[in-house]
């Protein structure tokens, strides 16, 4: 799996929108990205994935550059809810041969506080 | 809305003993995960399920390790001897076919302490 780059933290106010970045340089074109947190000491939340295409769901929006190279997570409107850790994961998604599944390799992703 | 569900949530054991630690995947879903994380570290990858069979174990799951589905709902991970290196949280996850991206649901996790 493709490694990934990310900033070890950053903040946002409440309310804002918060734009996390990520760096895949090395992702292979089969190879999708993966967006999950980790509110303190919970198991990881999956938030978004994809190919190539922006995609948008109830939680987030996931903006991936024409190059695939790097991606963009965005919460529209940050609560103090959403601090957590975020994870960016490069990873195949479909079927390798009915022996692996992907598993997830978690970096150390990035900490993200939201601020009154 | 479904979800992973682990127990139980603290397990404290003494050192060589024998620990099974319980999840119950999503209900439709066929890909069971197990991974870890000592206290300030990252999230491990232990080992991934299909099928009734190991697809995939990283390094650290070793013969002390196993896994098992010894129903159609429940998914456990085994550790023979507990070591006090073993202290971490365990968490499963699981995923399903019909999404075709696999991504995984993971449950709250079970914190294991070994003294």
């Known amino acids: 799996d493709a490694k990934t780059t990310q900033p070890t933290s950053m903040d946002c106010a409440e309310g804002r929108a918060a734009n996390l970045p990520c760096n895949h340089s090395t992702i292979s074109g089969n190879e999708y990205v993966y967006w999950y947190r980790q509110i303190h000491s919970q198991g990881p939340q999956y938030i978004i994935h994809g190919l190539k295409n922006n995609e948008t769901n109830e939680m987030a929006s996931l903006i991936i550059t024409e190059d695939r190279k790097s991606s963009t997570l965005i919460l529209p409107h940050a609560t103090l809810r959403d601090t957590a850790v975020y994870y960016c994961i490069v990873r195949v998604a479909e079927n390798a041969g009915g022996t692996s599944y992907g598993k997830l390799t978690f970096g150390q992703g990035t900490i993200l506080t939201v601020h009154p | 809305e479904p979800e992973v569900t682990q127990t139980p949530s603290h397990q404290v054991t003494q050192m060589g003993q024998e620990v099974i630690l319980r999840c119950v995947p999503i209900?439709?879903?066929?890909?069971f995960y197990w991974y870890r994380q000592i206290l300030g570290q990252k999230v491990e990858f232990l080992v991934s399920?299909?099928?009734?069979?190991?697809?995939?174990k990283s390094e650290i799951f070793d013969d002390q390790f196993s896994v098992e589905r010894p129903d159609g709902s429940n998914f456990t991970l085994k550790i023979r001897s507990t070591k006090l290196e073993d202290s971490a949280m365990y968490f499963c996850a699981s995923s399903d076919l019909a999404s075709g991206t696999y991504e995984q649901y993971f449950g709250p996790g079970t914190r294991l302490t070994v003294t």
């Open positions: 209900s439709n879903h066929l890909y």
């Open positions: 399920f299909y099928n009734n069979e190991i697809s995939e």
